[in-house]
Nanobody
């Protein structure tokens, strides 16, 4: 049963913006903290951003702080990642994640994953 579905990836020039979206079931959205991870070819999956289930608290990886913004729309059961000032090193598959605990920096602890959406930043 598919519970997290990402969309919004694509090709963008360096300095540009993209907004990723993740559709989740109401059950997950109401009970789980949610986040975004990314994985570049040949690299380990890494934490990007997370948001508390209530939406009132967020935190980010240092590499994206000030450029990316995570948010959630409770009415639509959707999670977003607004990505601005994109850099070449932001190129990766981006994954939506849901976890019962707010702390989710370690991808190995995360309970639920989407299948990912590809973001490619070109020069």
């Amino acid at each position: 049963q598919v519970q997290l579905v990402e969309s919004g990836g694509g090709l963008v020039q360096a300095g540009g913006s993209l907004r990723l979206s993740c559709a989740a079931s109401a059950r997950i959205f109401s009970n789980y903290a949610m986040g975004w991870f990314r994985q570049a070819p040949g690299k380990e999956r890494e934490f990007v951003a997370a948001i508390r289930w209530s939406g009132d608290s967020t935190y980010y990886a240092d590499s994206v702080k000030g450029r990316f913004t995570i948010s959630r729309d409770i009415g639509k059961n959707r999670l977003y990642l607004q990505m601005n000032s994109l850099k070449l090193e932001d190129t990766a598959n981006y994954y939506c994640a849901a976890h019962r605990e707010y702390e989710m920096r370690n991808y190995k602890d995360v309970e639920l994953w989407g299948k990912g959406t590809r973001v490619t930043v070109s020069s």
